[in-house]
């Protein structure tokens, strides 16, 4: 069975992945849709390799694709992060945990820069009860407590996160986790509390 696959984006860089599955580069996959900015493109590349036109996103994921390739503008790629990560969660074959907690914090990210931090939190947690071995998503809860100025918060949750020493093997460790952000965030929140001593010692 092949892999599904859909397009987001038919301009230059879109239609050569179009046109590479068109001509047997990827066997392996079967291009399931595409969308675009404008209708007009999406038409035209659809009509070139033979697949299905979508009027937007929503419709693209209705095709269930397992991979979706990005070839869009940053504002593109902003208004279709939550739904395709959601839409990761979603799926049956995604079982892996380390990915799924990825996704997770990928959302409470999206979440968070749109400013809605209830839901960021919520995301921040739920990554954490999935993979709670590794670094990455107490990390990411270090953040969100640190945008909603919890300082308690971020001390606990980064005080966690630097207690895992050791990457994980996967592909997913985040280089941010394993920089100076965890020690940083925790020194400017015991300053905050008042615990100069221990924002010293966090430097």
Not at 36 to 41: D, E, K, Q, V
Not at 49 to 74: F, K, N, Q, R, T
Request: hydrophobic share 45%; aromatic share 10%; proline share 4%.
């Amino acid at each position: 069975m092949k892999t599904k696959l859909g397009i987001v984006g038919c301009g230059f860089l879109g239609n050569i992945v179009a046109d590479a599955w068109k001509k047997g580069l990827l066997p392996d996959y079967e291009l399931v849709g595409v969308t675009s900015r404008t209708r007009a493109s999406a038409e035209k590349t659809a009509a070139n390799v033979g697949c299905a036109v979508c009027e937007d996103m929503d419709a693209l994921l209705a095709l269930e694709p397992e991979y979706i390739v990005e070839a869009a503008s940053v504002e593109s790629v902003r208004a279709m992060a939550i739904p395709v990560l959601k839409r990761h969660l979603e799926m049956p074959g995604a079982v892996w945990q380390p990915e799924r907690c990825a996704s997770m914090r990928f959302l409470s990210r999206c979440y968070l820069h749109k400013g809605e931090r209830r839901q960021a939190a919520v995301w921040a947690l739920r990554a954490l009860a999935e993979c709670p071995e590794t670094r990455e998503p107490w990390v990411q809860a270090e953040e969100v407590a640190y945008a909603a100025e919890d300082w308690d918060g971020v001390i606990y949750y980064g005080t966690r996160a630097v207690a895992i020493e050791k990457k994980s093997d996967s592909y997913i460790n985040e280089d941010k986790a394993w920089g100076a952000y965890p020690w940083d965030a925790m020194a400017y929140a015991y300053y905050r509390l008042g615990d100069l001593g221990r924002a010293e010692q966090a430097t």
